[in-house]
């Protein structure tokens, strides 16, 4: 059967302030009513239900994260001890599937994107699932046709046609680096390149069979947790070996190294919304390219993200232009729309500086 696996333990830092250790981005409604988490498992159903779905995220998120989903069984909410990148993260995803299911076909989606309309999405999830069920250990990646010169994605190379002759997917050629912004152009001018949106669907036991070969000390510490599993040892078992893991993404572990790689072409509308520039997107923007999400009354204002989650509270602005101005109750961002790094700089000087407290 096909499952859900959705990795929801990120930080959200380049969302600070309204993202925090313990509600960070995928907790917060940024792109709709509801939160990006409850929108990525809503997107689901009812392709995949409640009981066969599963979140990974952190001690200080589980608690947000089980309130969040009532409708999903506490025990499919697994706790990372720590952030060990998303093959370990995917591996222990994978021990727990196939312990309930042992033929389990994963999908595997991070919790912070935005992606429509949701029929699209379910459709390609299927078609996906047929080339796993035709070949059991094809790892199947989507690909997004880039609309710009991206340096912020890393590329899906495409070869030829899938041999099973599945509707829009290929051969993976290559995966490629985030790149600089002259190689970005010429991947849109040479087509064939695609955006690696982290979305994957393929057997578990697949997934654990790569890790076996191609990351065989984590996949020996997952057989440890697996042995586990449904004991009273589990707990503690799961503290001491999985920080031990080595710490790398699935696609530098397995995907690129494996064999058997098909890229699907994504026919929905996809954003990671990686910064606070995506609510111009998600938002849209008024007659002078403003996107507005609070109460605001500006003078020579253009190009402005502005936004409040305290009600009530009015933003006045007078002669300024492409700046992010983000207010909470207790916390208040004003920066330049074009650095996104600088905040996660910002974060990283408030917490040297002893100001936990914000973060």
Same mark, same amino acid.
């Given at each position: ?16 302030? *309204?993202? +925090? ?21 809503? +997107? ?113 190379? +495409? ?16 995966? !490629? ?8 152009? *010429? ?27 191609? *990351?065989?000390?984590?996949?020996? !510490? ?17 503290? !001491? ?39 111009? +997107? ?74 936990? *407290?914000?973060?």
């Amino acid at each position: 059967m096909l499952h859900a696996v959705v990795m929801a333990g990120g930080s959200g830092t380049r969302f600070w302030p *309204q993202s +925090r250790k313990t509600l960070p981005k995928q907790l917060l409604p940024l792109a709709g009513e509801a939160t990006m988490l409850q929108q990525t498992v809503r +997107r689901n159903v009812p392709l995949i239900p409640a009981d066969r779905t599963w979140i990974v995220t952190n001690a200080v998120q589980a608690q947000a994260t089980a309130e969040q989903l009532p409708d999903v069984p506490p025990e499919n909410i697994l706790v990372e001890p720590c952030g060990r990148n998303t093959a370990p993260c995917i591996g222990l995803a994978a021990i727990h599937l196939l312990r309930q299911d042992p033929q389990a076909v994963m999908l595997v989606v991070p919790a912070d994107h935005v992606i429509q309309p949701t029929e699209v999405f379910q459709n390609a999830v299927e078609r996906a699932v047929a080339v796993v069920e035709k070949s059991p250990q094809t790892f199947v990646l989507f690909g997004v046709p880039p609309t710009f010169p991206s340096t912020g994605f890393g590329y899906i190379e +495409r070869g030829e046609a899938w041999p099973d002759g599945a509707e829009g997917a290929y051969c993976v050629s290559s995966f !490629r680096e985030k790149p600089d912004r002259e190689t970005a152009e *010429q991947f849109l001018e040479a087509g064939g390149f695609y955006w690696n949106c982290g979305i994957f669907v393929w057997s578990a036991q697949a997934v654990l069979e790569a890790l076996q070969q191609l *990351q065989p000390e984590i996949h020996s !510490r997952l057989m440890t947790l697996r042995e586990s599993l449904g004991t009273a040892e589990a707990e503690a078992t799961l503290e !001491r070996e999985f920080p031990l893991m080595t710490a790398i993404s699935i696609d530098h572990g397995v995907l690129e190294q494996a064999q058997d790689v098909a890229v699907l072409e994504a026919p929905f509308e996809w954003d990671d919304v990686g910064s606070w520039q995506a609510l111009h +997107r998600l938002l849209g923007t008024d007659a002078e390219k403003n996107t507005i999400d609070s109460a605001h009354c500006g003078v020579e204002t253009t190009g402005c993200i502005v936004r409040s989650t305290a009600p009530g509270h009015l933003i006045g602005t007078i002669g300024v232009q492409d700046l992010v101005i983000v207010h909470t109750p207790d916390a208040t961002l004003v920066a330049r729309k074009d650095d996104e790094n600088a905040i996660k700089q910002l974060v990283s000087l408030l917490e040297e500086q002893g100001y936990e *407290q914000f973060l």
